[in-house]
């Protein structure tokens, strides 16, 4: 039988090491968090980013546009340039991640096997944003727009 006292020992100590895999997590890959697009409401984009497999990443977005209307979509990453499933969003069956330096990844989403779109994800050097670029695609392959976003560390 535990004693309190041995009970609150232990309870402390499966925090502590929750709390230093958290971390150790958040200096391996330092997106890991949640993001929000910078913009002025009534639309809201919600980007996070959490720890998968063995150095991977889950990402998820979480959207609300200007009309109210919600969408979730999520797809994992070991940042290898392979692609994987996305659920939760029409658009993307499939997204590849590579990581391209330090600060910056590379993701491409197809449908149908075709690229539809090219997002360049730059970490600002002291960790607190995101510049994303979108290189949108037609079904020919042909680049159709180019848009910019940022998102800002939510703390």
Do not use: H
């Not at 998820?60 to 499933?85: C, H, I, L, Q």
């Not at 993701?107 to 995101?130: A, E, M, Y």
């Amino acid at each position: 039988m535990q004693t309190p006292r041995v009970r609150t020992i232990v309870l402390a100590a499966a925090w502590g090491c929750a709390c230093a895999a958290v971390l150790a997590a958040q200096a391996a890959n330092p997106r890991i968090g949640k993001w929000k697009l910078k913009q002025d409401p009534p639309a809201l984009n919600i980007m996070t980013y959490e720890p998968w497999g063995d150095g991977g990443m889950k990402v998820t977005v979480e959207s609300t546009n200007r009309d109210g209307r919600k969408a979730t979509w999520t797809y994992n990453t070991m940042f290898d340039n392979k692609d994987m499933p996305v659920s939760g969003d029409t658009r993307t069956e499939t997204s590849a991640v590579k990581k391209v330096d330090d600060r910056t990844n590379e993701i491409t989403n197809k449908r149908g096997g075709k690229i539809t779109q090219v997002i360049v994800n730059v970490l600002s050097p002291d960790g607190s944003r995101i510049d994303n670029t979108y290189k949108n695609y037609n079904e020919k392959g042909e680049l159709t727009t180019t848009t910019t976003a940022v998102y800002e560390r939510m703390r």
